[in-house]
């Protein structure tokens, strides 16, 4: 709850002493206190400001009537706090309050809450600043409450709401529904508890649909992925959305349910998931001995599968394109396959950049057989040929902003903050490029981990907005605190599965010997 309590204090009249909690406000100070912001209209969008505790004393020290001095009594809930002036001398009360009240609620507590739960802030770190400053706020009990009763609530709404303007929009456009899905789960490994099925629309480059799946509902972690497609696909299904085509990663338990169960719908690969299996593949052929000439070869390799994919109309097409780079290092360019019979560049330089390979070679035959191997050229025949699913892992990304992988969140908690994410990818999904002062373009150069020193340019984007932040605050303000039954409703409508741990037995700390392994009182 908030830190609720009163204080009296006298600043110039010496006589009377700061600790003195003897005096009582009178009955119409009270109630003036309890029904100043009755009818008041309340406005959340109000500047707010820092005030020291002695600067606002000196507003209240004496009386505006016979200018004489005042005691003060000061009441604390949280970031509110209330001051009753007593005159001591023609007895001249008033009462005036830092911020204006919602029914019992102050309206600074509750918008502190929002503020940080709408951010994706941490209550925990907002509780060191605020201690830091020396500033009241409030608790986080009451920050969890106010999440549970108000919040979540709100933030369900929003998402519902949006998410089925965006499905309309697409049941309306002409052509086909592609959509890209992929897994993501709270921490690294197997041990994950939670795992988020994000479906995105590709053409339009929005986010229609995230599935939280706890991994005790589907027996393990390595079930979640397939559980979140299916519960998504059924959702779109039931909102009228046929999909046409999804690309998702190579996971072989999606790729039985959507051959087995959803024959209609074209299944493709994302390319990036099979270069970067490809690209691990050929580094490590590249550390052994008499393969480093491999290295050298690695990125033109991966980059010639993203070239086989994107130029082909056909998945045969993108296969005999594909195996033709086992000839190409050879310095080999005419080809047997008719799909593909000769390289598509034009003549090279003798003093070529890359050593070519041997024929017969360690390098060259290792080489030939991960380019050709079955299950990579099955896996080429399906690959994405216009659309990919690197927007999803972008907003993979952004979930860590609204859901770090170190905190701990509770079910619902952990949904919102799903929506949260999502509702902020679509706002700023289609952001433009940055310009100068002479309308050009402006990039950056970026040097990813992953590249080892290696670069790549990227355009600079304008400042993402956040408007859903604006949208949300309306909602609460104006309809969720007016109403909370109705809203409280979507988030009681939520099934919360089990603990992870409720099928163990939880011992008690009195049965059990509780000692350091390093501080026995018996020796070895």
Not at 84 to 104: A, K, V
Not at 127 to 156: C, D, K, W
Not at 257 to 278: C, F, Q, T
Not at 333 to 339: A, E, I, N, P, V
Request: charge should be neutral.
């Amino acid at each position: 709850m908030e830190a609720v309590y009163q204080s009296s204090s006298q600043v110039t009249d010496s006589q009377i002493s700061q600790t003195d909690t003897s005096y009582q406000p009178s009955q119409q100070s009270q109630s003036q206190d309890s029904d100043t912001t009755e009818g008041l209209d309340l406005d959340y969008s109000d500047r707010k400001f820092l005030v020291y505790e002695r600067h606002l004393d000196e507003l209240f020290t004496h009386c505006s009537v016979c200018s004489h001095s005042c005691r003060l009594i000061k009441r604390v809930i949280g970031t509110y706090v209330s001051v009753t002036q007593s005159c001591l001398s023609c007895n001249f009360t008033r009462c005036w309050t830092s911020q204006p009240m919602i029914g019992s609620l102050p309206a600074g507590n509750i918008h502190l809450s929002a503020a940080l739960f709408f951010s994706g802030a941490s209550i925990s770190k907002a509780e060191r600043v605020m201690a830091a400053l020396n500033v009241e706020g409030i608790s986080s009990a009451t920050f969890y409450r106010h999440s549970q009763l108000y919040l979540q609530p709100t933030v369900l709404s929003l998402w519902h709401t949006h998410q089925l303007e965006l499905i309309h929009q697409l049941v309306l456009r002409s052509g086909e529904v592609v959509v890209g899905g992929d897994m993501r789960a709270d921490s690294p490994g197997h041990c994950a508890k939670y795992g988020s099925y994000t479906m995105l629309e590709v053409r339009s480059n929005r986010i229609i649909d995230v599935q939280l799946v706890q991994s005790n509902e589907v027996g393990g972690s390595g079930r979640m992925e397939k559980e979140g497609l299916i519960r998504s696909l059924e959702f779109l299904e039931s909102s009228g959305l046929s999909v046409d085509a999804i690309i998702t990663d190579r996971h072989p338990q999606v790729q039985k349910y959507l051959r087995e169960n959803k024959p209609s719908i074209s299944h493709y690969y994302d390319v990036w998931h099979v270069a970067k299996g490809l690209s691990k593949k050929l580094e490590s052929l590249g550390k052994e001995r008499q393969c480093e000439a491999v290295r050298e070869w690695a990125k033109s390799i991966v980059n010639h599968l993203y070239w086989s994919v994107a130029s082909s109309s056909t998945g045969e097409e993108a296969v005999a394109k594909w195996v033709s780079v086992a000839n190409h290092v050879q310095n080999v360019h005419q080809h047997d396959d008719w799909l593909f019979p000769a390289c598509a560049h034009g003549d090279l330089d003798s003093d070529h950049r890359t050593k070519w390979l041997e024929p017969c070679t360690k390098a060259c035959e290792r080489l030939a057989d991960i380019v050709t191997r079955k299950q990579l050229l099955a896996d080429v025949a399906k690959l994405s040929r216009h659309q990919q699913t690197s927007a999803v892992e972008g907003f993979h990304s952004l979930i860590l902003k609204f859901a770090p992988k170190n905190l701990i969140f509770s079910y619902r908690s952990m949904l919102c903050r799903l929506y949260l994410a999502a509702l902020h990818f679509n706002e700023n999904a289609d952001r433009s490029q940055r310009v100068n002062a002479a309308g050009e373009p402006i990039f950056s150069l970026r040097f990813p981990k992953f590249k080892k020193g290696g670069y790549s340019v990227m355009p600079v984007k304008d400042a993402p907005t956040y408007k859903y932040v604006d949208e949300l605050l309306q909602l609460l303000f104006t309809s969720v605190l007016q109403d909370p039954a109705h809203y409280q409703q979507l988030n009681t409508d939520i099934i919360v599965p089990p603990a992870l741990c409720s099928d163990f037995q939880r011992p008690t700390l009195s049965a059990l010997a509780v000692q350091s392994r390093f501080n026995r009182s018996s020796e070895p």
